[in-house]
């Protein structure tokens, strides 16, 4: 790669990150806000819902990435223009299409990344997000205070004393979720984490209500699953949550398998709109006659494009999910595109040539 080949690529590179960084922000404050609800009747702090809302960056990073740097690309064109370096490079005997090069790499290499991302990290972040958002919604968080610390369904939990890092000493609880016995419970000191009530040297009272009969057992350790007193069952897993090579296992029609089908498809054809947009950018940008000043126009018309095109893909891409036969249009729209735009880099080699 020789030294003009350099330049154009860390130009568009830096360019490229800055903007998907921006653009990314900006996505993640829109979509961050949906779940301002959970930091304030959960009760977790600031830092820890940065981080459990971090995973949607991952999605948001995946679809900016093809836009970012096709508009990077033609950004970074437009200012080889507007300085009259590619009227320079052009009397010197140097084609145009020697700058198509750098844009071929990054879009290998974005294409790679978005594959990637498309079969592992994406599906990774979002059963993180999931879980994370399961087991805040149905977490119990219990105040750091003596007195009735969880009460619930017939299930009520008393500490005489907080210690400190949610331990408490004297716990008391009163079973009666049963309508035929009652269970009483003491212990000399108890902790809720992660749903889970773990009482330290104690003693269950087991009472029959009909005979008023009772048992004692003696414990070192009892752990209580809240899990039963909240009804919280197992969290279902997300079509998003799984791997690309697990979302065709399923053959049933039923809505759930058509909506893993559809993402699969999406998931197969979203990374190729990097190369569709980018070297649209690369013939809109670089047509002659080169003008001096921004062409507005040529940069306008690629910015609609990009988001029109975009915006009917993930559409039919969408529709897909209730219409499997919708699926050939997204096949139909990016293959004859690529095709398309391949076709014209060929040509126009051809004709330099």
Not at 143 to 160: D, H, K, L, R, T
Request: charged share 15%; net charge positive; with cysteine.
């Amino acid at each position: 790669m020789n030294r003009l080949a350099r330049e154009v690529l860390v130009k568009i590179f830096r360019t490229t990150v800055y903007s998907t960084a921006a653009l990314a922000f900006c996505a993640w404050i829109v979509q961050s806000s949906r779940y301002l609800g959970i930091l304030n009747t959960s009760g977790i702090s600031l830092s820890k819902f940065l981080k459990f809302t971090s995973y949607l960056s991952v999605d948001i990073v995946a679809v900016i990435f093809p836009i970012a740097l096709a508009v990077s690309a033609a950004f970074v064109y437009q200012r080889f223009i507007e300085s009259q370096q590619l009227v320079a490079l052009q009397s010197a005997g140097i084609s145009p299409m020697k700058m198509l090069s750098p844009l071929l790499v990054l879009i290998g290499l974005m294409v790679c990344y978005l594959y990637a991302n498309n079969a592992y990290i994406s599906p990774l972040a979002w059963k993180k997000f999931r879980a994370q958002e399961f087991k805040i919604k149905n977490n119990i968080n219990p105040p750091e205070s003596a007195g009735s610390i969880f009460s619930s369904n017939g299930f009520s939990v008393y500490a005489q004393e907080y210690i400190g890092d949610l331990y408490f000493r004297d716990i008391f609880i009163v079973d009666v979720r049963n309508p035929e016995k009652t269970y009483t419970y003491y212990a000399r000191r108890g902790t809720i984490r992660n749903n889970i009530l773990l009482l330290i040297k104690g003693e269950r009272i087991e009472i029959e209500l009909k005979t008023h009969r009772d048992s004692i057992m003696q414990f070192q350790s009892y752990n209580c699953d809240l899990k039963e007193v909240l009804s919280v069952g197992n969290r279902p897993s997300q079509p998003n949550e799984k791997f690309i090579c697990d979302l065709l296992l399923e053959s049933a029609n039923d809505p759930e398998t058509m909506m893993q089908r559809a993402l699969f498809h999406q998931k197969m054809l979203s990374p190729l709109l990097a190369f569709i947009f980018s070297l649209l950018a690369f013939f809109m940008i670089l047509q002659s006659p080169y003008r001096r000043k921004p062409t507005i126009f040529r940069m306008g018309c690629l910015v609609v494009t990009i988001v029109l095109f975009q915006g009917v893909f993930f559409w039919i891409a969408n529709a897909s999910a209730k219409n499997p036969e919708l699926i050939i249009l997204n096949y139909v729209l990016v293959g004859s595109s690529f095709l398309a735009i391949t076709t014209l880099v060929i040509q126009k080699r051809k004709s330099i040539e």
